[in-house]
């Protein structure tokens, strides 16, 4: 593929693979800690004079709402609209300021002064510790006084954002502006805290109202320009309800680069922030909602309701800062010049295609980034093994495997927080009494707890099982991510049943292709992304590897099928799902059709016990495999008047399911390099 | 006076015309526009009569006599050095040129920076309003902003080694036919060797240090147009390369010898060549006591008033030029034509590499009655760049306007002369309290707009208010006559500055652009860091100097003007070091959306970027214009394409 190719050569400097070999990270602090030793009203009024921005023009949230509204940008757009549409430039103007009004945050010391009290309160109460990596701090400390910042938390609860308000205020850095979902506003009292605590709102989805583009992207590129603040989002998009890092956004993300690709600053320092949980506040809304029923509206008697999570205990959290990312660098001999040079710079611009390749990369770097940081819990492990050993395993067995599975996981370049000096035996049984509302250890057996909605409702054995499985499930993915690449390659190796290392790259290829939107592939570097799964295990004598062949060592054997075991959730997962898009699917449908159609199917699957994946339940991996099918032309995508509707592409779809089933070799592809 | 005045263009006072013979020389010389240096201070005696004093430099001279010898050349006018403000009108470059101007750093040889045996700085010589002078900041303001210390001195060879200077191979049939035309030549190494380069960086480096690769092999001195017409075709007839040679202030490699020149290199002085005169162009560029008017038009050269005069595409009347192919020039001398594609702009800004400028007629304006230096002081440069904007926008701005940043202020507070008076420093204080403490303005934020105005006394005075009145506007304070007076000085002295530098482990250089209004402060701002990340990242040791002006202003932008030094101690290649940054500091200044030059030229120097800077196409076009003219590139210095 000529695209494929010219775009290789592109990513080169960008992806440079990380070093496997027990990377140096930096130490953990509990900032909790001192909370619990001294005075939290004192804290919240301590002296704050955060570090700013070398070249920050100071300026107060009403001035940057002015400049935003008189900024030639959003004038231009205004007097365009008013051409097209016929109406006064006055009454756009008031359209204008009205959505400059609901989405403009009003930074304000006494709200946050009151949070950094109350949720000091919560804090204490809700977990045991909050680490943080005080060395990212203080880089970021250096950086937010150099250039603009940007920060790019992972997104798996509400407590993300808070949290990190809650550190810079600690730290005593400059609060940050965050980009939170409109659904907040909702909250009556607490939306208005949370915007003097400098939220900003935006709406999900404003695709089509140019106005609102530009008020928005005015906005936060105002407050970029003059350093007003670190400028907070969420690549995610949302949080991830299965704790998979979600493929990222490019919107936001791409308005926030504009200025440096305009010139208009000198750099922006893009700052990757690995926030993880040991038990997440959410876990089981999550899994009520993977399932079809909807999340509760987010409202302030929702929340004062939810006071009851507060006697709870959700373990530790940890906050990783990383190196902060100077977007300079990342564009030199890439983006040196920018097509902006011949257009004023206030007139809207399509990106060129070149940018929003650039764009997307530095996405998915940043995620990888991400992911590389993020901290894992023995829970994680455990929750891997025991999935693969349902319905019970020997507690000694599962400690057992917990600490072979630490050893491949530290091999594979994860980053295990082992409680301190704490033996596998005590660090295991501490885990299962965090999590007992998933497990709980009957007769040294560990089982999986049925979960029943709050209310007793009935509810069949189905249903039951898979909130266990899917709340489970979310924290083996956690550790995905880290084994995508040395999985597939063991997966590929089972399903050719091959020697020969072409064919095993075409399978793994294919697998890639099909998981692109369910784990975090860096864009159009299939090769390295095999060679990196080779090199781990043959770094773990799981193969061998000749110029032509990949052999599995006999003691990698147990390995290998460990690693696949653990992505077949998602290989019969899809199969389940070509094989309903074969059989039932007749006639256009839309995805709420797909996904209660699949949903049905499943269901029958797993009453009947032809099946044991329960995970084929969760909506998330339906949407993806849909998206994949969408991707992969197996499925066609037509724009109608309300939303989407999708054909299935018959003879792409059994070629497909054949591949999944079959053993014969996939397809010729050109591996030349190999 | 040739050619008689017609009243033509603008408004009330009609310009006049003169048309000043040869007066060319061409010069891929160029520098020409260079803001890039030069000698004297506008100052000490009344500029009009300064100006006319250079003017008649560049236009007057016996009539291009026949009798080409050398002795009767060095006679006359052609008084190349008129800003010199005690000399008389016949102050010259002589063919010799070694014997009043420095052979390895600018300008001349009496004039030129110094610690003096109380360690203060002074400026030797008589011929700058600053020259006898005692600068009792300066060695202070070097170390301090560039770690400069006195006891790192290097200093450079005292004399060219005539042994080192490659030797001139010229073919003996094409030095027959030279004789026999009586133009006068020189193969001595000396005079090759001052022909050999213009006054980048490295240039100047090689002459302190080492010696060039190769240099022109043979020195001529045409002495009218006809002895160019002469040369040329002798150069077709032995196949060899011309390289024109005007005024020798190329700050982009353009005079430069290819190093894979096989052929005879001739190098071709146009500095004999004079024309004869008696007005004002008003055309001022910084190097305008060395640069020519030949060199003026092969480089686009832009002067300091063009706000009223024009750059040189807005001066030109008619040029002759003479090529490979012929003699290239319009048929009549009017204000403008339609006749296709005006082919002066072929000519101007080829930088040599088409042929030999033999005349120039050019627009001469009465002498002003009246001229007024001033300045206004703002908050900072943001404040300050809005200012010029809204004056260029109501197209007001004066003969000159400048908006130095705050490290050019500060540097040309480093230049100020030990004060006479206790009360001369009484009021400077009282000017800086004032200003720092009764305004509020940050002494390490603001800015200056300095200011020059010309014309009739009672329409400067009018004109001041008005700009003054835009001025406060925008938050600026009128800061003074002296003020403004001292920018301008800075910009012919900083040439010499660089000399001293040199002496102290500290190189500079000056690189200019033309940038939309839109652009200006960000392009600024991420220039000057760039360099500053740039020399951390390189080594450098000590924080470099970066600073800006806006230099010119136009209704669509405006000039931009660079100067950038460090101190190399600690580094081991320093002009290779210094090469990188430049070129980095230009990648930045393109990617702002700034030009590759608005005025220095392309020369070899910034070849590299041509074909980005004006398309496929365009480079295509010059290209093929070049392949018609000088089938057989005889005027070979590789410049531009």
Redesign the interface.
């Known amino acids: 593929m000529a695209a494929a190719a010219g775009r290789s050569r592109l990513w080169a400097p960008m992806y440079s693979q990380k070093e496997l070999t027990s990377k140096k990270r930096d130490e953990f602090e509990d900032i909790l800690e001192e909370r619990r030793q001294s005075s939290d009203l004192r804290y919240a009024m301590k002296c704050y004079t955060p570090v700013i921005y070398k070249g920050l023009s100071a300026c107060k949230p009403s001035a940057i709402k002015d400049s935003v509204l008189q900024s030639e940008q959003l004038q231009y757009v205004i007097k365009q609209l008013s051409k097209e549409m016929g109406e006064s430039t006055d009454i756009i103007q008031e359209e204008a300021i009205e959505i400059l009004d609901e989405m403009g945050h009003n930074l304000h010391i006494g709200a946050i002064r009151f949070f950094a009290f109350s949720l000091s309160k919560i804090f204490k109460r809700l977990f045991q510790k909050v680490c943080v990596n005080e060395e990212g701090i203080q880089k970021l400390q250096q950086a937010i006084q150099e250039h603009p910042v940007v920060l790019l938390p992972s997104h798996r609860s509400y407590i993300d954002f808070l949290m990190l308000s809650y550190l810079f205020y600690t730290y005593d850095l400059a609060l940050p502006v965050i980009a939170a979902g409109m659904d907040f506003l909702g909250m009556k009292i607490v939306g208005e805290l949370l915007r003097r605590s400098g939220a900003f709102f935006i709406r999900r989805t404003f695709g089509g109202n140019r106005l609102y583009w530009a008020v928005f992207a005015e906005y936060v590129k105002t407050m970029l320009r003059n350093g007003y603040a670190p400028i907070e989002f969420f690549l995610e998009g949302t949080r991830s309800r299965t704790a998979k890092t979600l493929t990222p956004k490019f919107g936001l993300l791409s308005i926030v680069m504009e200025p440096f690709f305009k010139r208009e600053v000198f750099d922006t320092y893009l700052v990757p922030i690995s926030i993880s949980y040991e038990r997440i506040l959410e876990e089981s809304l999550y899994a009520y909602e993977l399932l079809g029923v909807p999340k509760p509206k987010e409202s302030t008697s929702g929340l004062l309701k939810a006071r009851k999570i507060l006697s709870d205990n959700f373990g530790s959290i940890h906050v990783y800062f990383g190196q902060p990312v100077s977007l300079r660098t990342l564009a030199s001999g890439r983006i040196d010049r920018c097509p902006y040079r011949l257009v004023p710079r206030h007139l809207p611009q399509r990106l060129s295609e070149d940018i929003q390749d650039f764009v997307t990369d530095v996405a998915y770097k940043m995620e990888l980034l991400q992911i590389e940081n993020m901290v894992l819990s023995p829970w994680v492990l455990i929750a891997s093994v025991l999935l693969q050993n349902l319905p019970a395993i020997d507690f000694e067995l599962l400690v057992e495997k917990t600490l072979w599975l630490k050893g491949l996981t530290q091999a594979f370049g994860g980053f295990l927080e082992w409680p301190d000096n704490l033996c596998a035996n005590k660090a295991v049984t501490s885990s299962l009494a965090l999590h007992s509302n998933i497990v709980s250890l009957v007769n040294g057996q560990v089982v999986l707890n049925d979960v029943g909605m709050e209310d007793g409702a009935t509810e069949d054995l189905v249903f039951k099982q898979a909130l266990s499985i899917l709340m489970c499930g979310a924290y083996r993915n956690q550790l995905l991510n880290v084994f995508v690449r040395p999985s597939l390659v063991a997966v590929a190796l089972q399903m050719t049943q091959s020697f020969r290392k072409e064919e095993i790259y075409s399978c793994f290829n294919f697998l890639r292709d099909i998981f692109f939107d369910e784990f975090i592939f860096f864009p159009g570097i299939a090769l390295k992304d095999f060679e990196e799964g080779c090199f781990l295990l043959t770094k773990c004598d799981v193969i061998q590897v000749t110029p032509q062949e990949i052999l599995v060592t006999e003691k990698g054997n147990s390995v290998a099928a460990f690693l696949a075991a653990l992505f077949r959730p998602f290989m019969e997962g899809y199969q389940i799902i070509s094989r309903y898009l074969s059989k039932e699917t007749k006639e256009a449908f839309t995805e709420k059709q797909f996904i209660l159609g699949i949903r049905n199917f499943a269901f029958q699957l797993l009453e009947t016990g032809s099946t044991q994946c329960y995970e084929v339940l969760s909506s998330d991996l339906q949407k993806n495999a849909l998206a994949a099918f969408v991707r992969l032309d197996i499925v066609r995508r037509m724009k109608t008047t309300n939303g989407f509707t999708y054909t299935v592409n018959k003879e792409a779809l059994n070629k497909t399911a054949e591949m999944f089933d079959s053993p014969i070799p996939i397809r010729k592809l050109v591996t030349a390099r190999l | 006076m040739p050619g008689a005045p017609i009243s033509a263009c603008s408004a009330s006072r009609p310009p006049q015309r003169v048309t000043s013979h040869p007066a060319a020389q061409h010069g891929s010389a160029m520098a020409a526009a260079a803001e890039a240096a030069a000698g004297s201070g506008p100052g000490s005696q009344p500029p009009a009569q300064r100006r006319l004093r250079i003017l008649s430099g560049h236009l007057q001279g016996s009539p291009a006599s026949r009798a080409p010898e050398a002795e009767r050349f060095l006679s006359p006018s052609q008084c190349r050095a008129g800003g010199a403000a005690e000399q008389p009108v016949a102050s010259t470059i002589p063919k010799k040129r070694q014997e009043i101007l420095k052979w390895n750093g600018w300008g001349y040889n009496d004039s030129k920076f110094i610690f003096n045996k109380k360690g203060q700085a002074e400026f030797t010589g008589k011929r700058y309003r600053l020259s006898g002078m005692v600068l009792p900041v300066l060695k202070e303001w070097m170390e301090k902003t560039l770690g400069a210390s006195l006891e790192h001195k290097i200093t450079s060879r005292a004399f060219l080694n005539t042994s080192d200077v490659p030797p001139s191979i010229v073919n003996e049939e094409f030095l027959q036919d030279l004789r026999a035309t009586k133009i006068s030549y020189s193969q001595e190494a000396e005079d090759r060797v001052f022909r050999a380069h213009g006054h980048c960086l490295h240039e100047i480096f090689v002459l302190r240090e080492g010696m060039f690769k190769r240099i022109p092999d043979i020195v001529i001195w045409p002495g009218c147009h006809d002895d160019v017409v002469k040369i040329v075709e002798l150069a077709c007839k032995h196949n060899l390369c011309i390289i024109p040679f005007g005024g020798g202030t190329s700050v982009s490699s353009a005079l430069e010898c290819p190093a894979d020149e096989r052929r005879t290199i001739v190098s071709l002085d146009t500095s004999q060549m004079l024309g004869e005169s008696g007005y004002c162009t008003g055309h001022e560029p910084d190097s305008m006591e060395f640069s020519s008017l030949g060199g003026w038009v092969a480089t686009r050269a832009s002067g300091m008033k063009k706000n009223i005069y024009g750059n040189i595409e807005d001066l030109v009347v008619h040029i002759k030029m003479v090529t490979p192919r012929g003699v290239i020039e319009k048929s009549c001398q009017v204000p403008r034509m339609s006749t296709g594609p005006d082919i002066h702009h072929f000519i101007m800004g080829s930088e040599g590499t088409l042929g030999v400028v033999t005349e120039v007629t050019i627009k001469i304006r009465p002498i002003p009655e009246y001229q007024k230096y001033g300045s206004v002081v703002f908050p900072n440069f943001e404040r300050g760049v809005a200012c010029l904007r809204e004056i260029a926008k109501q197209r007001c701005a004066p003969a000159s306007i400048r908006l130095v940043d705050n490290a050019q202020f500060q540097f040309g507070h480093a230049l100020k002369p030990q004060v006479a008076s206790i009360f001369t420093s009484f009021l400077d204080g009282l000017k800086k309290f004032y200003i720092t403490k009764f305004k509020g303005f940050d002494p390490n934020e603001l800015c200056v707009a300095t200011l020059l105005f010309e014309g009739d006394r009672e329409k400067v005075l009018q004109h001041e208010k008005q700009v003054y009145d835009i001025a406060a506007k925008f938050g600026g304070l009128a800061a003074g006559e002296d003020n403004g007076q001292r920018g301008y000085m800075l910009t012919f002295v900083i040439a010499y500055l660089r000399d001293l530098g040199l002496d102290y482990y500290v190189i500079g250089e000056s690189f200019e652009t033309s940038v939309?209004w839109?652009?200006v402060i960000?392009?600024c701002?991420?220039v000057k860091?760039?360099i500053v990340r740039e020399c951390k990242e390189k080594g450098v040791q000590f924080a470099p100097f970066s600073t800006c002006r806006v230099t010119q202003t136009y209704d669509a932008g405006a000039c931009v003007y660079f100067y950038f030094a460090f101190n190399y101690r600690g580094i081991s290649d320093p002009i290779h070091v210094y090469e990188q940054i430049e070129t980095a500091a230009r990648?930045e200044i393109?990617?702002?959306?700034g030009s590759l030059s608005h005025h220095h030229g392309v020369g070899k120097l910034r070849k590299q970027w041509m074909k980005?800077s004006i398309s496929d196409v365009g480079l295509g076009m010059l290209k093929s214009v070049k392949e018609y003219v000088d089938p057989n590139n005889i005027f070979g210095n590789r410049n531009l394409l």
């Open positions: 939309p839109d652009r960000d392009l701002r991420n860091e760039r990648e393109l990617a702002n959306g980005e």
